[in-house]
């Protein structure tokens, strides 16, 4: 417990002692913090939106013309004992061209003009979202098109292709920014204890011809580093939630749409970011205190 207090209070008098490079080692750690958060925050935003956008996408399956109604029942029943399929909707002919006519609004009058309907009917399938990846979808569009009575397949093949290409680099890069930022922080805090051993080493000195074991000299500056990670990481939450705030109130007024796509950070994801600013920190100190002969 002795060992803890001393380790406590020498920390605190060497953090106040060498202010100036703590708070540049500080400002450090929570730049690299917030670079990293902020970019994990657009991700999983991202990654909302596509999930919010999943529930609604389609695919439209369009009938032959000449299709009995027999026909086009036994295809609905087959769409829905389908296991892939949570929904079926059906669409006439009639219906596809009252919606047309909505559409096209004053210009309706132009379908007055054909002779005949032209628009087929057609079912709106709606598949499991965990099924919604571009091999996936295309797969099952190429074995719905090969149904009898079946005449085009269609779904926003290059869209959702597009989506899932920008989900995955941006995950992918999440985690090589990590890495990165958790090597930079290792290697900041790792030279800032070196610089304190150093700077102390008359005092360890002195400390060893006592009988001071290896714990006793290393605790205050492991725990320097976790104090140092843990001020750093509270900084970082503290911009990443003003941050979020500023766009939520100011972002919406310039472009309302923005809101049906902000997600806020949950407490978790603030409380994560302390954690790992000590535990970088923590780390980048036990490697230092590790490799220094003494």
């Given at each position: 417990?002795?060992?803890?207090?001393?380790?406590?209070?020498?920390?605190?008098?060497?953090?106040?002692?060498?202010?100036?490079?703590?708070?540049?080692?500080?400002?450090?750690?929570?730049?690299?913090?917030?670079?990293?958060?902020?970019?994990?925050?657009?991700?999983?935003?991202?990654?909302?939106?596509?999930?919010?956008?999943?529930?609604?996408?389609?695919?439209?399956?369009?009938?032959?013309?000449?299709?009995?109604?027999?026909?086009?029942?036994?295809?609905?029943?087959?769409?829905?004992?389908?296991?892939?399929?949570?929904?079926?909707?059906?669409?006439?002919?009639?219906?596809?061209?009252?919606?047309?006519?909505?559409?096209?609004?004053?210009?309706?009058?132009?379908?007055?003009?054909?002779?005949?309907?032209?628009?087929?009917?057609?079912?709106?399938?709606?598949?499991?979202?965990?099924?919604?990846?571009?091999?996936?979808?295309?797969?099952?569009?190429?074995q719905i098109r090969q149904l009898k009575g079946v005449a085009e397949v269609q779904y926003g093949e290059k869209w959702l292709s597009s989506l899932n290409t920008l989900s995955t680099i941006l995950k992918t890069s999440?985690?090589?920014?990590?890495?990165?930022?958790?090597?930079?922080?290792?290697?900041?805090?790792?030279?800032?204890?070196?610089?304190?051993?150093?700077?102390?080493?008359?005092?360890?000195?002195?400390?060893?011809?006592?009988g001071a074991t290896r714990t006793f000299i290393r605790l205050p500056f492991l725990m320097e580093g976790l104090f140092i990670g843990i001020a750093g990481g509270l900084i970082s939450a503290a911009a990443l939630f003003?941050?979020?705030?500023?766009?939520?109130?100011?972002?919406?007024?310039?472009?309302?749409?923005?809101?049906?796509?902000?997600?806020?950070?949950?407490?978790?994801?603030?409380?994560?970011?302390?954690?790992?600013?000590?535990?970088?920190?923590?780390?980048?100190?036990?490697?230092?205190?590790?490799?220094?002969?003494?």
């Open positions: 417990m002795r060992t803890l207090i001393y380790g406590f209070q020498t920390a605190l008098k060497s953090i106040w002692h060498e202010k100036w490079i703590n708070l540049l080692t500080v400002l450090s750690v929570s730049i690299g913090l917030l670079i990293l958060s902020s970019f994990v925050t657009v991700t999983l935003n991202v990654d909302s939106a596509l999930k919010r956008w999943a529930k609604g996408f389609g695919m439209v399956v369009y009938l032959d013309g000449d299709l009995t109604a027999k026909a086009e029942n036994d295809l609905k029943n087959l769409f829905r004992q389908d296991p892939d399929i949570i929904e079926v909707k059906y669409i006439s002919k009639e219906q596809a061209v009252r919606e047309l006519r909505r559409t096209l609004g004053e210009n309706a009058s132009i379908l007055d003009e054909l002779d005949e309907n032209p628009l087929p009917s057609s079912f709106e399938l709606r598949l499991k979202r965990d099924l919604l990846k571009p091999a996936v979808v295309k797969k099952k569009a190429e999440a985690v090589f920014l990590g890495c990165a930022i958790l090597v930079a922080i290792v290697f900041i805090t790792y030279n800032t204890i070196k610089i304190f051993f150093y700077r102390r080493k008359d005092e360890i000195e002195t400390l060893k011809l006592l003003g941050i979020h705030s500023v766009i939520s109130l100011k972002g919406v007024e310039i472009l309302p749409s923005i809101r049906t796509l902000l997600v806020a950070p949950p407490v978790q994801a603030y409380i994560a970011i302390i954690i790992a600013g000590a535990a970088m920190s923590l780390a980048g100190s036990f490697i230092a205190v590790g490799r220094i002969r003494y």
